[in-house]
């Protein structure tokens, strides 16, 4: 195996091309290490992007905030802008793992890792967050839910990769919030996740709402149906009924040692609509 | 495949080493560099026992690769004492009895004292989360955290 560590993005597309399939992209290696070690990939080479400058660091500009794919989680909860306009985000990618996997792991990492429990990707989904992607036919911009397709599989082509995610400006009168179910406070994987992002009116009436789930079917999904609840309505009880089960309703989960398929079902449904409440809330409060 | 010459600050001093691109920091550490401080616990970066501080921030070194650390700088367990002086965590764990085995101890020491560095008086919950990523199968934690606060007070008073 070899490793590499381009400084630019056109060196990385580079590396990439040149070596199809036997070229991994390394960013905070929290994943990619683990499964070096136990035998699940071996690649030839290494493209290590935390030396791409695009890759680091956050932004502000008039669309909102840029995110550099390879920046570490804790850096990013150290953003007090970002922190206070996305809350929700920010919480969600600060449950992943521990402080010592904070200073490591990246969005961009957690997103292509693709595992059906990220933290992350259900609170960026909810938000309306978007990726720059790199690749041998130039950069496009996707939404963040065009990503994941399956367990361990994306939708990026050979030789592609995600440059930085976008969130938009902070709408008025708005809020998002993150919730996890874990069985311990700390250090475990999402049973269920549910990111809501929404927004109110003068007369506080929803005119933006968007719902996503982890943990609860192949891949993170974007529950239309329970936005649909909470657009046009005061977000009352009849509402955050309507949500919860349409979110129950989305599920395709699996049973397994962290809960069944009857409790993934149940929970979502109650962790959107607690989610909701606090998103609620913020966008109230704004 | 050729090795990689790295060239890196490790305790405040300019170390140089050759890793193969394979080799994690903690391996260059342990195997290459003598380092033995740092333990072993999982290779998976779940139980915190070869925390270290890579340019400020505490990583588990089995999750970094050693090539990685050109001109960066590493803190390790063996840059926590100034020869036979004591770090104040390290002077709590001995009175508290925070130690039983010791294999976790480097990483709850080299963790706690990120912590510290970032927040010199942190509540008992900020001290037990920050140190979730950190697993002790002998001292249930208690003496742990009571070691850490009562260092966090010491260094404060000094």
Redesign the interface.
């Known amino acids: ?3 590499r ?1 381009p400084a630019s993005v056109r060196e990385a597309l580079d590396l990439l091309a040149a070596h199809g399939g036997g070229a991994q992209v ?1 960013a ?3 994943d990619l ?2 499964k ?3 035998g699940y990939v071996a690649p030839k080479v ?1 493209v ?1 992007v ?1 030396a791409i400058p695009q890759l680091r660091g956050i932004g502000e500009d008039a669309r909102g905030f840029r995110i550099g794919a390879a920046t ?1 989680c ?1 850096e990013i909860g150290e953003h007090a802008a970002l922190a206070a306009a996305w809350p929700g985000v920010v919480e969600a990618l600060q449950l992943i ?5 904070q ?2 792991a990246t969005l961009g990492g957690n997103l292509c890792n693709a595992s059906p429990a990220a933290d992350s990707v259900p609170a960026m989904i909810a938000a309306g967050a978007t990726c720059e992607v790199a690749g041998p036919a130039g950069e496009r911009e996707v939404p963040v839910e065009s990503i994941v397709t399956g367990p361990g599989r994306i939708s990026l082509a050979p030789g592609e990769f995600i440059v930085a995610f976008r969130l938009p400006t902070r709408r008025a009168r708005s809020g998002d919030a993150y919730l996890r179910l874990i069985p311990r406070t ?2 475990d994987i999402a049973v269920v996740g549910a990111g809501v992002a929404l927004a109110l009116d003068e007369k506080g009436v929803c005119t933006h709402a968007r719902v996503a789930l982890g943990a609860v079917a192949p891949t993170p999904l974007l529950v239309a149906g329970a936005a649909a609840a909470l657009i046009g309505t005061r977000v009352d009880d009849v509402a955050m009924a309507a949500l919860a089960a349409a979110a129950s309703a989305a599920c395709k989960p699996i049973d397994d040692k962290r809960g069944t398929v009857a409790y993934r079902v149940k929970v979502a449904g109650v962790l959107a609509r607690r989610a909701a409440h606090i998103a609620l809330e913020r966008a109230q409060a704004q | 495949m050729p090795k990689h010459h790295v060239t890196t600050t490790i305790n405040a001093d300019p170390v140089e080493f050759l890793c193969s691109s394979e080799q994690t920091l903690l391996d260059v550490l342990r195997d290459v560099l003598d380092l033995t401080g740092s333990k072993e616990g999982c290779a998976s970066g779940d139980c915190g026992a070869c925390s270290v501080i890579l340019d400020g921030r505490l990583v588990c070194a089995c999750l970094v690769l050693g090539v990685e650390v050109e001109g960066r700088k590493v803190e390790t367990i063996e840059g926590m004492a100034q020869g036979d002086h004591l770090h104040p965590l390290q002077q709590k764990f001995l009175e508290h009895a925070a130690l039983q085995c010791g294999v976790c101890t480097p990483g709850f020491l080299v963790a706690a004292k990120a912590l510290l560095e970032r927040k010199p008086d942190p509540t008992e919950t900020e001290v037990r989360y920050w140190l979730a990523g950190n697993l002790c199968r002998c001292t249930g934690y208690d003496k742990i955290v009571r070691a850490v606060l009562d260092a966090a007070g010491e260094m404060r008073r000094s």
Not at chain 1, 97 to 101: D, K, V, W, Y
């Open positions: 195996m070899d490793y560590s390394l905070g290696g929290t290490l683990v070096l070690r136990g290494v290590d935390k570490a804790a793992g521990s402080t010592q996997i200073g490591r700390e250090m």
